[in-house]
């Protein structure tokens, strides 16, 4: 069964970067293309950044192209999403979910999220 653990959310000051990590367990991880999802307060599950398996290519959501990058290390089964210029509108729980591409994401096949909170 899927397993997926995010850890490294928190709050930070608009401008500032932080580094978020998804351990999976479980399954292919190294054969499965992955993505990071997230939630805003009130809102539904939002795409952010998808990886293929081998690495390559990487796909962002607009609002968040030059800022973040989405990376992986298959001998560790990690996923990572480093996030720089941090703007409050990416306050939301983090997700890492199977797949490259799209807001589904259900409970079985994504983790119990990070939050990430962007304010001064």
């Known amino acids: 069964q899927v397993q997926l653990v995010e850890s490294g959310g928190g709050l930070v000051q608009p401008g500032g970067s932080l580094r978020l990590s998804c351990a999976a367990a479980g399954f292919a991880f190294r054969l499965s293309p992955m993505k990071w999802v997230r939630q805003a307060p009130g809102k539904g599950l939002e795409w952010v950044s998808g990886?293929?398996?081998?690495?390559?290519?990487?796909i962002y959501t607009d609002s968040v192209k030059g800022r973040f990058t989405i990376s992986r290390d298959n001998a560790r089964n990690t996923l990572y999403l480093q996030m720089s210029s941090l703007k409050p509108e990416d306050t939301a729980v983090y997700y890492c979910?199977?797949?490259?591409?799209?807001?589904?994401?259900?409970?079985?096949?994504r983790g119990q999220g990070t939050q990430v909170t962007v304010s001064s």
């Open positions: 979910a199977t797949g490259l591409h799209g807001a589904d994401a259900p409970p079985a096949l």
């Open positions: 990886i293929h398996w081998t690495g390559s290519p990487t």
